[in-house]
C-alpha cells in the first residue's frame, strides 16, 4: 500500500481563486483527482482512468499564498480498478500553521496500452493493521458503490 503513496504540492496562485482571496473547490478537485491517478499508476504501472468520486467537502478555506499539499495512495484493489485515498493539507508558509482541508476518495480503471480496454491490476498488500484497517475500509465503500450502482 505505501509504496504507491504519492505526495504533490503546489503554492495557490490569484488564478486559481475566487474575489475573496479563497481557492475554488474545482482547483482541489483537479488536484486531488491527479495525485489520485498518479498513485493508482504507481501501483498498477498502467494509465488509469477515474470512474467515480465519492462525496468532497472542504472543512476549511484555501487560501492564495497557502502551499497545498495532496497526499495520496491506494486504499483498495479489485480486478481492474483502484480506490485512492487524498488528503488535503493548507499551510501558511510564513507562521508554518497547517490545516487539514479534506480527505477524498477517488475511483479508477486501469487501461491497457490503446487506452481503450480495462486490465487487471496487481493485488494490494496490506502490510501493518493500520494498512488492514485501510484496505477493509475500503472493500466496504467499494461494496457501498457497487450497491448504489444496482439501485
Known amino acids: 500500500m505505501r509504496a504507491s503513496r504519492v505526495t504533490l504540492a503546489q503554492v495557490m496562485q490569484p488564478e486559481f481563486a475566487n474575489a475573496l482571496g479563497n481557492v475554488h473547490g474545482g482547483h482541489i478537485m483537479k488536484m486531488a483527482d491527479e495525485a489520485g491517478a498518479m498513485a493508482c499508476m504507481r501501483h498498477a504501472r498502467r494509465r488509469v482512468v477515474t470512474v467515480a468520486i465519492d462525496q468532497m467537502e472542504f472543512h476549511q478555506p484555501i487560501l ?36 487539514h482541508t479534506n480527505n477524498a476518495y477517488l475511483v479508477y480503471v486501469a487501461l491497457d496500452h490503446t487506452g481503450t480496454h480495462p486490465v487487471p491490476v496487481p493485488p494490494l498488500l496490506a502490510e501493518t493493521p493500520e494498512e488492514q484497517a485501510r484496505l477493509e475500509a475500503g472493500k466496504q465503500r467499494q461494496a457501498d458503490r457497487l450497491a448504489r450502482r444496482k439501485r
Not at 480506490?83 to 490545516?99: C, L, N, S
Request: glycine share 8%.
Open 64 to 99: 492564495i499564498g497557502n502551499l497545498v499539499t495532496l497526499t495520496a495512495e491506494v486504499t483498495y484493489a479489485g480486478r481492474t480498478s483502484m480506490e485512492a485515498a487524498v488528503q488535503v493539507v493548507a499551510e501558511d508558509p510564513i507562521t508554518g500553521e497547517r490545516v
